[in-house]
């Protein structure tokens, strides 16, 4: 799905589809998303510039800008305040937290940003966009969604971890279980047949819950 022909999508995006591409003002000038392929992005929105609780998400995704380099995330804000706004907002940030926002925050006046992706939602607000975080892949395919209320902040540690996560899977082919940190252990797909479990059971190299439930070692997983 696109926006570049002005009109809205049928429908909003979802996980293991297109993300939709866009041309807007940011703070970095006109960008667009296809700019950015080739990267693993966070797209998130915010609800309003010169806010409490956004402040605080601001500051935090500034602080940690070198832990999204690291992954190879490009995070890019939205909200539907003017440039001049966001521009203002980010120079009192840098200046009151010692903080540098490096990262573009688009100017999403019209809202076709926030429509295209479902980031405002009538039952919290009729123009202003919830919480909303849009794991984008370097194909531009939508791999995780997490929507937050106004009132609640949003957790950088899980943010980032989600990325972890979704790279693990894509490089070992494995899932990563609850509560899943860097370097843990991977959830093996369940075996399709009985001889399969029956192999399953005699392998040394997995934890075995039981035969539908194995983990194995990142460090092994790596060295297969």
Avoid at 69 to 89: C, E, F, M, R, T
Avoid at 195 to 200: F, G, T, Y
Wanted: aromatic share 10%.
């Amino acid at each position: 799905m696109s926006l570049d022909n002005g009109n809205a999508p049928t429908r909003l995006p979802r996980i293991n589809e297109p993300a939709p591409d866009f041309e807007a003002k940011s703070t970095h000038g006109v960008i667009r998303l296809s700019d950015y392929k080739g990267k693993w992005v966070m797209l998130f929105s915010h609800p309003a510039d010169f806010t409490p609780v956004c402040s605080t998400e601001f500051i935090q995704f500034a602080r940690r800008a070198p832990d999204f380099q690291k992954l190879n995330v490009q995070p890019i804000g939205v909200s539907v305040d003017s440039v001049y706004s966001h521009i203002a907002w980010v120079r009192t940030l840098e200046e009151k937290a010692g903080v540098k926002v490096t990262f573009p925050v688009v100017a999403d006046l019209d809202t076709r940003v926030a429509q295209a992706y479902g980031m405002i939602h009538p039952g919290a607000s009729d123009t202003a966009p919830v919480r909303a975080v849009f794991f984008i892949d370097p194909k531009q395919v939508v791999r995780a969604i997490l929507y937050y209320p106004q009132s609640t902040g949003r957790n950088v540690d899980e943010i980032l971890r989600v990325f972890e996560a979704l790279q693990t899977t894509d490089t070992f082919g494995f899932s990563t279980p609850a509560d899943w940190k860097k370097g843990g252990s991977l959830v093996l797909p369940p075996p399709q047949t009985q001889a399969d479990a029956e192999k399953r059971a005699a392998d040394r190299s997995v934890k075995l819950t039981d035969w539908f439930l194995a983990e194995k070692e990142l460090e092994t997983v790596a060295k297969t």
